[in-house]
């Protein structure tokens, strides 16, 4: 893959990508893009979520931090695999979006996001996430939440969506097809993922603020 004009969607940052990203954040307290990655860039990152999956290398993962961190597969049942740079071209790729959409974040609505944690997420058909908040009860620092879907041809009656419950509003449903983007407030939107009939891959991650100690 060639990395430098492969990478970015060509309305991907433009005016009306940072203006409305900006203005549904504030206002809504989640934003949505769906041509965000390119067809390529999806394509390598789901090969490289399919075959961690496949070579067995994403875990369960847990729920909590630190020494609270615990396995819990009556609330989430997804298996990961955490990114570090330099993993791959695609998944430096990607962090190199991610970089561009903190600088973004920060020019836009002065949010101060210090880095960027993420990982790959391999729903098998059936598993599921149950209505949570992405922020830690105590002293973290995720403060927006980013997931990317990299499913080709999610179609409508297969679930597995990404449900939104913003505070005082209807519950709002994102089926998590491929190159789509979501972003959200971390300490304030509950929001699950629903079940589904095949298998489901994404990639989840959390820009964070310096934590003083
Ligand atoms: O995959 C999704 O749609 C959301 C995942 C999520 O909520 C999480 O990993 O915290
Ligand atoms: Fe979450």
Redesign the pocket.
Known sequence: MNVTNATFNGDSFNEVFNAKLCADLRDHGWFQHNLFLSSELNHSLAEECLQLHLSDQLKP?TIGQGQQRSLHTNI?S?QIGWLHSGQSRACDAYLLMMEQLRLTLNQTLYLGLEDYESHF?F?ETGAF?SK?L?RFHHHDARTV?V?I?LNDDWLAGQGGA?RLHPHNLATHD?A?LACRL?VFLSAEML???LPATRN?M?L?GWFRLRIST
């Open positions: 993962a989430r997804d997420s729903y996430y949570h992405d939440s997931v879907y990404l994102i998590p979501v929001h699950e993922v489901r994404s989840t």
